[in-house]
């Protein structure tokens, strides 16, 4: 049977919740899957937990770097060596529950679309859910998007041809400096669903969590566009105003 979705999953010292992402993984309702675990370079027993489990299920392939050269080579290398129709990130602390896959590859495949997203929720370290990221627009294009990335990576699916033209650069906010390079080449990113499919794990010391280096990362993310100050100005007033509200 030919695979469907490749899953790209980067690791670095992660053997305290990858075990859980994987099953996460695993149990989804979609079986002609394959998950593309591209260890970072770690230290600890994530090579082990992985290498154990794929002797489990053939599904698993564990990909390894030498040394730690970040999130975006190891997704971009999991991306080269992957053969799904669409293509779909998850980190290595994050979950999706089982019906995630399948109700994304259903949208997608009646829609023709080739860059889906969904609403998510938040957990803490124990896994306790401590919030949600709820999208209210049914689509974004490029100029939305610039209002601010609503788009989380654990939600994301893409057609494998999208994925390999415009991989993740090796910038702050990487994540949504490849969705802006996407948005300019196809017309829009579009929700799949608005149910809750996946968790978002935060941790206390996490980067994401500084609001300040995030709002300056927009910013340098702005200026990569080539966006005049004028319109760098409109649109970073745009993100924190959505940074304030909270409105998505």
């Not at 799904?84 to 109700?103: H, M, R, S, T």
């Not at 980067?207 to 080539?226: C, D, F, H, M, P």
Request: glycine share 4%; hydrophobic share 40%; charged share 25%.
């Amino acid at each position: 049977m030919a695979v469907i979705l490749s899953v790209i999953m980067p690791a670095f010292n992660s053997e305290k919740y990858i075990n859980t992402s994987i099953q996460s993984v695993l149990s989804q309702s979609v079986e002609n899957l394959e998950l593309i675990v591209v260890d970072d370079g770690s230290k600890d027993s994530t090579q082990k937990i992985v290498r154990d489990l794929a002797s489990k299920d053939e599904r698993i392939k564990l990909l390894t770097l030498q040394t730690n050269r970040g999130v975006s080579f190891a997704r971009n290398s999991g991306v080269k060596v992957s053969s799904g129709k669409y293509v779909a990130f998850l980190d290595a602390d994050d979950e999706w529950y089982p019906q995630k896959a399948e109700i994304q590859i259903n949208y997608m495949e009646n829609t023709s679309s080739e860059f889906s997203y969904l609403n998510y929720q938040l957990i803490n370290n124990d896994g306790d859910v401590v919030g949600t990221r709820m999208i209210s627009k049914s689509g974004l294009s490029y100029s939305e998007l610039l209002k601010g990335n609503r788009i989380g990576l654990l939600t994301v699916m893409l057609s494998r041809e999208v994925a390999v033209r415009h991989p993740f650069p090796e910038v702050p906010h990487e994540d949504y400096a490849c969705w802006l390079s996407i948005l300019k080449d196809i017309s829009n990113a579009n929700r799949a669903s608005v149910a809750l499919l996946a968790k978002y794990r935060i941790h206390s010391n996490s980067l994401s969590s500084n609001k300040v280096q995030a709002a300056k990362w927009t910013w340098q993310i702005y200026k990569r566009e080539g966006l005049s100050r004028i319109r760098r100005v409109y649109y970073f007033l745009h993100y924190m105003y959505m940074a304030i509200s909270k409105r998505r």
